[in-house]
C-alpha cells in the first residue's frame, strides 16, 4: 500500500519570496511516479509537476520544481517568487508506475500568500 | 483543447435517492478516475474506467459504480444515498492508464445530502 505524508497543514509565505512544501511517500513498489496538484477555493484539481522515481533530475515546471530524494523517500514541492495567486490547497500524490494505477493523496497543505 | 467536464456542477438530494454525475474527459484521454473529496476522509479513488472496462477499485460500498462510454465519456451512479455521501466528487482522464502520465481532473460535482 501507498501513504503520502504532508505534514503542514498550512502555510504562509510573503508575496515574491519561495516556499517549500513537505512530502514524504511510503511504498513497497520500485516504479512509481509522484504528483503536485494545487487545488484553489473553486474546487478544480489542477496538475504542476511530476517526478517518477527512475528519473536522476529533479523535475521543474517554471516556477514549481520538485526535490526529490528518493532515500528519505521526499518529494518537496517548491515554489519560487510567490504570488497571490499561489493561495490554495496543495496536494502531494503517488500512483504506481504499472496498468490500471490510481493516485493516493496526501491530507493536503494551505498555503496563503501575503502582500 | 477543452478540459475535463463534470455536470452537473452542485446538486442537492435527500437520504434514499440515487443520483447520477457525468464526466466527458479530454478529448483523445481513453482513461477516466473518479474520485471522492471529503474534509473529514480527504481524497479518496473511487474507480478507474480504460475502454469501457473497469480496471481498478477503490474500498467504496457497491452503491458506488459507474460506467464509460464508447465514447470515454464516464457516469458514476450512486444508489440510496446516505448523509455521508456528501461530497465533491471528482473526475480526472488521462491517455491511457499507467505510466508517469498525470491525471487532469474536472471542477468537480459538488453533491449535498439533505
Known amino acids: 500500500a501507498q501513504k503520502i505524508t504532508q505534514t503542514q497543514p498550512g502555510m504562509f509565505v510573503q508575496e515574491k519570496e519561495a516556499v517549500t512544501l513537505d512530502c514524504t511517500y511510503d511504498?513497497?513498489?520500485?516504479?512509481?511516479?509522484l504528483f503536485w496538484y494545487k487545488q484553489p477555493s473553486s474546487g478544480e484539481m489542477i496538475f504542476l509537476i511530476y517526478q517518477g522515481s527512475y528519473d536522476e533530475q529533479n523535475a521543474t515546471e517554471g516556477r514549481y520544481s520538485l526535490n526529490f530524494q528518493k532515500a528519505r523517500k521526499s518529494a518537496n514541492l517548491v515554489i519560487s517568487a510567490s504570488q497571490l495567486g499561489d493561495s490554495a490547497m496543495y496536494f502531494c500524490a503517488m500512483s504506481p508506475l504499472k496498468y490500471g494505477n490510481k493516485l493516493v493523496f496526501g491530507a493536503g497543505t494551505i498555503l496563503r500568500v501575503k502582500s | 483543447k477543452a478540459g475535463v467536464t463534470q455536470t452537473p456542477r452542485y446538486l442537492i438530494k435527500t437520504r434514499g435517492q440515487q443520483v447520477t454525475l457525468s464526466c466527458s474527459p479530454i478529448?483523445?484521454?481513453?482513461?477516466v478516475s473518479w474520485y471522492q473529496q471529503t474534509p473529514g476522509q480527504g481524497l479518496q479513488f473511487l474507480f478507474e474506467y480504460f475502454s469501457e472496462t473497469q480496471r481498478n477499485k477503490g474500498n467504496f460500498p457497491g452503491r458506488f459504480s459507474g460506467r464509460q462510454f464508447s465514447n470515454s465519456r464516464s457516469e458514476m451512479n450512486v444508489s440510496t444515498l446516505e448523509l455521508g455521501d456528501s461530497a465533491l466528487y471528482l473526475c480526472?482522464?488521462?491517455?491511457?492508464?499507467?505510466?508517469?502520465?498525470?491525471?487532469?481532473f474536472g471542477d468537480g460535482t459538488r453533491l449535498s445530502i439533505l
Open positions: 480526472a482522464s488521462r491517455s491511457s492508464p499507467g505510466g508517469g502520465q498525470p491525471q487532469h
Open positions: 478529448s483523445g484521454h481513453r482513461s
Open positions: 511504498t513497497s513498489d520500485q516504479s512509481y511516479g
